[in-house]
């Protein structure tokens, strides 16, 4: 495997560095996503209210919420990405980690998605009776309950585990790495920017996401790769909306 942009463990000295992107490039982003973040709290609060008696959006709102979560993620993504381009040139597979060389990569990292898959949900679910989070009524309301609406959460799925990962394991923890000169501060950062940009969930939530941005962060600079951090991203979101979408129809029957 290419390891042509993955970051390295230690650190470096300044004149070794070259940033991704201009300083109010990374700002900037870190600005929308505070900024989206704010607004997704705000918005979810119209039409979610955080009590499981309370009465889930109907289809319309719901795909109107997944339609407008495709195109911030899609966004944040084409940020990132011409930003990087413009500056250093950085092409899309560079930034992700080089190509896989042989099968045995292919299912190592297929491997390793399923087991950080698997201690995210450990850890999520530890963290959660730990801290019983009130956002998690919040987030059940988003879940999917019928088809349509399950097309739609696979749509967000993949495209939450390529563009999150892109921008925040990608792009934010390697600037975040040349800036400090120091791959686990990077890690720290990006995983604190991670978790304060997801609003609508609650602060105890957050808090477990930043948990979350830790250890996914960590599986990156391991691997030196955002592949299996993808894969397990894109894990993580599909078999919970899966795994409410089977739970709703069970019910119903």
Known sequence: MSDTSAPSVGSESAGERKLLAPIWHTVGLVLLIFGTSAASYLTSQHFVVASPQAAAPNRTA??????????????????????????????????????WSSARDVWRDIGIAFALWGVLAA??????????????????????????????????SVSAGFCEEYVFRGYLQEQMRLLTGNVWIAVALQAIVFGFGHGYQGGALMAIIVVYGLLIGATAAWRKSLRPVMMAHGFTDFFSGMGFYIAHALHRM
């Open 62 to 99: 719901m795909l109107a919420t997944y339609a407008g979560t495709l195109v911030l993620e899609w966004g944040l993504f084409l940020y990132v990405y011409l930003g990087e381009k413009f500056s250093r040139g950085t092409r899309i597979a560079e930034r992700i980690g080089g190509r």
């Open 123 to 156: 850890v999520g679910a530890i963290l959660g009776v730990l801290l019983h989070p009130q956002g998690g009524a919040v987030v059940t309301k988003l879940l999917p309950r019928d088809g349509v609406e399950m097309i739609g959460w696979v749509l967000i």
